[in-house]
C-alpha cells in the first residue's frame, strides 16, 4: 500500500507544481492502476492512519475530495480545508498548503469566502517566491492598467514559467510578444510558446501553432 500511496502522492504534486487544472490531475489520478483487491476507501483509510508530513496531510486533505464520487459521499471540503492547514502549521513554507489555503479561501471551499483575504494570501505567498502563487496573483492583477503593475505581473509570470508553470509559460510568451510589462522579444516569446507547446498535452498543435502565427505577424 505505501507503494501505492507513493506513486498516487507523487503524480498529484507533480502535476500540481505545473500548474494544472483540478479536472487534468483527478484524471491523472484515475489512470494510475489500483489492484483489484483494493478499494478506494481503503486507500483513505491508509492515508488516514499514515500522516506524517505536510505534504502527506496536503495530498490527504485534496484526496478525500476526490473520492467522494469513487465512493458515492459527499465532499467533505472543512476536512480537506483542515487538512491543508495542518500542514501549514507543520511546515508554513510548504508551497502547496500555502497555495490551497488560498485558493480555498478565494472560492470558499471549506472555509468562509472572503477575495481580499485570498489576494492577501497570494500577495504574501508570492512575495516568498511561490510560484502557484505567482501565477494565480498575477492572473488577479493582469488587467489593471497601472505601469508598475503590469511590470510586476510580468515578473511574476516569469518567475513561474522558470518554475515550470505551464499556463506562466503561456502567458509570458504573450507578454514578450506584445511588449506588457517586459521588453517586446519575439525569440524569447517563440522559446517560451515552444516550451507551452511541449509541456501542454492536450493543445492541439496546429491550432496553437496558427495562433502564435498569428500573434507574431501582429508585430512585424
Given at each position: 500500500m505505501e507503494n501505492l500511496k507513493s506513486n498516487l502522492s507523487e503524480t498529484f504534486f507533480n502535476e500540481l507544481k505545473k500548474g494544472y487544472h483540478q479536472y487534468r490531475i483527478q484524471k491523472r489520478i484515475s489512470e494510475i492502476a489500483i489492484p483489484d483487491y483494493i478499494e478506494w476507501n481503503q486507500i483513505?483509510?491508509?492515508?488516514?492512519?499514515?500522516?506524517n508530513t505536510a505534504d502527506d496531510y496536503v495530498?490527504?486533505?485534496w484526496f478525500s475530495i476526490f473520492i467522494s464520487d469513487k465512493i458515492e459521499r459527499s465532499a467533505d471540503e472543512s476536512f480537506s480545508f483542515q487538512q491543508y492547514e495542518k500542514a501549514f502549521q507543520i511546515d508554513p513554507t510548504n508551497m502547496f498548503s500555502q497555495f490551497l489555503i488560498a485558493y480555498c479561501t478565494y472560492f470558499g471551499k471549506g472555509t468562509t469566502k472572503d477575495l481580499a483575504h485570498a489576494d492577501e494570501l497570494y500577495e504574501r505567498f508570492s512575495n516568498s517566491g511561490n510560484h502557484l502563487c505567482q501565477y494565480t496573483f498575477a492572473t488577479r492583477l493582469m488587467h489593471k492598467n497601472k505601469h508598475d503593475y503590469k511590470l510586476r505581473v510580468s515578473f511574476m509570470f516569469k518567475s513561474a514559467a522558470m518554475k515550470e508553470h505551464i499556463a506562466a509559460m503561456l502567458f509570458l510568451g504573450d507578454r514578450y510578444t506584445n511588449g506588457i510589462g517586459i521588453e517586446r522579444d519575439l525569440h524569447k516569446a517563440l522559446f517560451w510558446y515552444a516550451k507551452y507547446l511541449k509541456n501542454d498535452q492536450y493543445i492541439e498543435p496546429n491550432r496553437f501553432l496558427k495562433w502564435v502565427s498569428s500573434q507574431i505577424k501582429k508585430q512585424v
Open positions: 483513505f483509510e491508509y492515508l488516514m492512519d499514515n500522516v495530498f490527504l486533505g
